[in-house]
């Protein structure tokens, strides 16, 4: 099948940076019209970049141009600044994304779209910025993440384990992984995929990783494990319109995850994806629109489904 590379990058053609209240420079891509009565917001996952949206923002722009759509590189990810020792962790980056909520999107109804560490992010929006999610943020989708609590999972488990964990830390921060494709590929297939990723896609994943910086990867992956639980924040997005996705071979984020964050969001709004990973804006990506969709009629803004051919191409 081809696939339609124009529609998933055109929506990133235009680029720009945002000034943390650290200096460090957050890079994202900005289309539609800025003066758009709403916008949808993305936050990629761990070790991702805003290209991890490609196969649901392109689409999305498609379907309707005028409706703005942002993606951010979180710090440290993709072409935003290596990001200062210990500044990659949830409080910081629920801080970023509400610093430019602020000075990018000034006006109008925001539509906030997370992906694992992503998401956590806007739990942490809820956490420690509840009035900018209750004035600006009027729909939320919170697609393969979790609300903490991996550290728990983590003292469960034999004490083996804490060895491996320090060993991959160690291996993450000296950023030794990023020179071993051969190695990674098979690995990023079996731990995030679920049953017979696309190569591309595998790809895809790989060259986002690759465009980071280890450290940073480090930091954000001890805070999302210290962050032993982030499902007050999710009190901040109840009453208003809300999606979860999962998937039944999510080995990262496992489906279990999805169900206390829909608990906590009061909603029943729980999409489970048979034979689906963790990467659903790769594998489900047609479904993770169509959740978008189904959140923007309900604030009165009208669209398009999409099909599984259109937007996987």
Known sequence: MTRNTATETVWRQHEGFFTAGDGTRIGFSDTGNRKAPTT???????????EAWDDVAGP???????????????????????????????RQLATD????????????????VGHSMGGMTMMGLGEYHPGLVAQRISGAVFVATSAGRLLHRLRVVPPVFQVVKAVILGVVAQGWFLQQGYLMRPIISTLVFGRDPRPYDVSRVWDQIRSGTPRSYKDAAESMVLHEDLTEGLSAY??????????????????????IIAAALQTNELRTYPGSGHMLPNERSSEVVNEIVTVLEALGQPAAPVTRGESAG
């Open 40 to 50: 949808v917001l993305f936050l990629h996952g761990w070790t991702q970049n805003r």
């Open 60 to 90: 999305l722009h498609e379907r309707d141009p005028e409706l703005r759509i942002i993606a951010l590189d979180h710090r440290g990810h993709g072409k935003s600044d290596a990001a200062p020792e210990g500044t990659v962790n949830v």
């Open 97 to 112: 994304a509400a610093d430019f909520i602020n000075a990018e999107i000034p006006a109008g109804q925001i539509v906030i």
């Open 238 to 259: 109840r009453g208003m319109p809300t999606a979860v996705l999962a998937g039944d071979r999510d080995f990262l984020t496992p489906a279990g995850d999805s169900r």
